[in-house]
């Protein structure tokens, strides 16, 4: 994807390893917040997206897997995740001096679905992102945002071990009609998350505009 160096998203996102600019307090002039949600299945990456292009350290709610969650929240047949969120992550980047982007990371478990649609509650639009080796696991997220009517994006996380299948494939798999876009990403990087905000981004512009030129 060519993001121009116009776009708020591209040129507010700090590079990789730039923490002492990442790390900034937000501007006091800042009036307007505009709330992202990032949703998907349990270990799809949502607390890494958010951690990966948040301009400040983000607010985590991860706890370590325990025993006591055996038979409630099972871990991914794939990787190696130990830890869970619990209620929801937090982080923020400036767009410009007037204008601050909130992200959200749902927890991917189904006891905490019902957390879901408090979250959606005055959301722009969502993330849903994908682990390739569990596919069903993202069908939830994308029918809650269908019944909200949420505008989303699909983000493709193609972790290490994941199978290569192409993104028409995965569209076809989760039923996508091709209006939605769909970007291959990896959520440990800052660029490539950042591309994926920038993906919707364009995408709730392309319809803010359709809207605006429907008589």
């Known amino acids: ?19 002492a600019v990442a790390r900034t307090p937000l ?8 709330k992202i949600v990032v949703v998907g299945g349990f270990g799809a990456g949502k607390t890494t997206l958010v951690g990966s292009v948040s301009e400040i350290r983000p607010l985590s709610t991860e706890e370590i897997m325990t025993q006591a969650g055996v038979g409630i929240d099972e871990p991914p047949k794939t990787g190696r995740k ?3 969120t ?5 982080g923020r980047i400036s767009l410009n001096e007037q204008m601050v982007l909130y992200l959200f990371g749902a927890p991917g478990q189904e006891r905490f679905w019902f957390l879901w649609d408090r979250l959606f509650s005055g959301t722009l639009g969502a993330v849903v992102l994908v682990d390739p080796r569990a596919l069903s696991d993202s069908w939830y997220a ?7 009517g949420t505008p989303f994006v699909v983000a ?9 299948h192409p993104l028409d494939k995965i569209r076809k798999a989760l ?9 291959d990403c990896d959520a440990r990087r800052r660029p490539s998350s950042k591309d994926v905000l920038v993906t919707l981004v364009n995408h709730l ?11």
Not at 4 to 19: F, H, I, N, T
Not at 27 to 34: E, I, K, V
């Open 1 to 19: 994807m060519d993001c121009k160096s116009s776009d708020p998203v591209a040129d507010s996102v700090p590079v990789a390893g730039s923490d």
């Open 82 to 84: 130990t830890t869970t």
């Open 175 to 183: 039923s996508l009609p091709d209006d939605i876009p769909m970007i």
């Open 27 to 34: 501007g006091q002039a800042a009036d307007t917040g505009l």
């Open 142 to 148: 994308i029918d809650r945002l269908e019944h909200h």
């Open 205 to 215: 512009y392309k319809l803010s505009t359709a809207r605006e030129l429907t008589p």
């Open 86 to 90: 619990v209620a929801f992550d937090f």
């Open 156 to 164: 493709v996380n193609r972790f290490d071990d994941a199978p290569a």
